[in-house]
């Protein structure tokens, strides 16, 4: 609490932590849209994996946002 406002600062920082998962859920999907692309133009023999990668990264930030909601 800061005491010349008479503020918490913790809902503050919920807040900003809930922001910036946001952010990164949006940064995994730019990922995932970024490796469909390079996947389709380039053939290198090892597609499926790299799209298995940008898809798990893309769950486990929805997962840590969710787990932020439930514990924060």
Known sequence: MIPIIGISVWPIVKI????????YIAFAL????Q???MTDTLEV????PL????VMHLLFAFAVLIFALIIL
């Open 30 to 33: 730019v990922v995932v849209r």
């Open 51 to 54: 799209r298995f990668l940008a």
């Open 16 to 23: 900003a932590v809930i922001i910036a998962l946001g952010l």
């Open 45 to 48: 023999g090892f597609e499926g």
């Open 35 to 37: 490796v469909q692309l």
